[in-house]
């Protein structure tokens, strides 16, 4: 009987293996744009309703709202771009967002705080 164990260990040298990316992943990126899109363009809507059908606070608000608008597409576009390419890379990490749904319900806080403090101060 030998007196080493059973299973050795050998050296600690890592084997690099293909991490295959199915394709799913692209296209839930890809839907997650559309998606922040979709919100996008439904605010901006309603910021072209305000706009048009509105009053001078309803246009205040209405420039708000395209701001905010603008600034989610831009967000978006980035945050697309990035996953993308760490995806591509296949980089490991989290791909959740964590800022970005925090930021737009403090932002949409404000300008419907705004809103109506104009509405209801207004003489």
Known sequence: MSTQPLLQR?????????VRVE???FFA???TFLSWLHFTVVLGGLAVGLLNFGD???KISAGMFSLIA???MIYALYIFHWRAASIRKRGSGPY???L????LCIALFI????NFILRFTEP
């Open 70 to 72: 603008i600034g989610i």
């Open 29 to 31: 990126n890809e839907r």
């Open 111 to 114: 300008a419907i705080s705004v």
């Open 56 to 58: 001078k606070v309803g």
């Open 96 to 98: 959740d967002d964590r």
């Open 23 to 25: 394709p799913k992943v």
């Open 100 to 103: 970005g749904p925090t930021l």
């Open 10 to 18: 050998t050296a600690t040298k890592r084997i690099a293996l293909n």
